[in-house]
T-cell receptor, first 112, second 116 residues
Framework: GGIITQTPKFLIGQEGQKLTLKCQQNFNHDTMYWYRQDSGKGLRLIYYSITENDLQKGDLSEGYDASREKKSSFSLTVTSAQKNEMAVFLC???????????FGPGTRLTVL | AQKVTQTQTSISVMEKTTVTMDCVYETQDSSYFLFWYKQTASGEIVFLIRQDSYKKENATVGHYSLNFQKPKSSIGLIITATQIEDSAVYFCAMRANNTGNYKYVFGAGTRLKVIA
């Protein structure tokens, strides 16, 4: 088995601040994902990466940057935090070809 | 474009009964994968079960099973002998089986409450 860890668990920032969320997986999965989940809602894809140094935009990429410098890690940066993007950010990984995703515990973002 | 729709926002059932959660999907792809995930009150998301579109047999894992009706683009999740700890939000998701498509599309979720 493996595990996905996300740091920090809680992130508090000021409006307009640049904030970075980190994700690590030891499944040795090629593909990693960042999702945003607003309270009581479903998952929306922000960025994904199919291999080291690859980045692909999802449906919600505006206002975010991502980085995949190693196969095991995937970072997400909120470029200018806004109060309307307070949410839980979930990292996931999967093998190729239709396999299920495994999710991390999430980072809860609060913007003051 | 792909789309996944879960019309049931919330369901309540008595413990030890059977519940079915609905999911309808849209896709242009001839081959695809369908998944169900469970999100507990703590926020943890866990993979439950998967159906490959080319398989006619409904998938079954423990007390979870699927009702796959391909002509209706429907993939229902059936939980038998429900337990209190099955209370959670259940998400349906799909992914196309074609080169270069790594995206999963999720439904909005169905909240299940199991009552003792």
């Amino acid at each position: 088995g493996g595990i996905i860890t996300q740091t920090p668990k809680f992130l508090i920032g000021q409006e307009g601040q640049k904030l970075t969320l980190k994700c690590q997986q030891n499944f040795n999965h090629d593909t990693m994902y960042w999702y945003r989940q607003d309270s009581g809602k479903g998952l929306r894809l922000i960025y994904y990466s199919i291999t080291e140094n690859d980045l692909q935009k999802g449906d919600l990429s505006e206002g975010y940057d991502a980085s995949r410098e190693k196969k095991s890690s995937f970072s997400l940066t909120v470029t200018s935090a806004q109060k309307n993007e307070m949410a839980v950010f979930l990292c996931a990984s999967s093998m190729d070809w239709g396999y299920e995703q495994y999710f991390g515990p999430g980072t809860r973002l609060t913007v003051l | 474009a792909q789309k996944v729709t879960q019309t049931q926002t919330s369901i309540s059932v008595m413990e030890k009964t059977t519940v079915t959660m609905d999911c309808v999907y849209e896709t242009q792809d001839s081959s695809y994968f369908l998944f169900w995930y469970k999100q507990t009150a703590s926020g943890e998301i866990v993979f439950l079960i998967r159906q490959d579109s080319y398989k006619k047999e409904n998938a079954t894992v423990g007390h979870y099973s699927l009702n796959f009706q391909k002509p209706k683009s429907s993939i229902g999740l059936i939980i038998t002998a429900t337990q209190i700890e099955d209370s959670a939000v259940y998400f349906c998701a799909m992914r196309a089986n074609n080169t270069g498509n790594y995206k999963y599309v999720f439904g909005a979720g169905t909240r299940l409450k199991v009552i003792a």
